[in-house]
């Protein structure tokens, strides 16, 4: 997995992709994280991630080379 970290609305972000073709999206404000969306479309496992400087945008690269 992967992981890369943002800021949104006064949150910070933590972005962690998978194995699983996953890319999900965590608020890490608080003590706990809580996971605030799951987006898919992978065909393979996403192995990396890059998250813009303004921490608004990501981007993700699978296995088998597709970049989202």
Known sequence: ???GRG???GHVLA???SYDKSVKVWDVSG???KLVSVMSG???PVLELAVAPG???VL???V?????
């Open 1 to 3: 997995g992967c992981t």
């Open 7 to 9: 800021q949104a609305a």
């Open 15 to 17: 972005v962690s992709c």
């Open 31 to 33: 003590r706990a994280g």
């Open 42 to 44: 992978h065909a393979g």
């Open 55 to 57: 921490g608004d945008q």
């Open 60 to 62: 993700t690269g699978e």
């Open 64 to 68: 088998i080379g597709r970049v989202l």
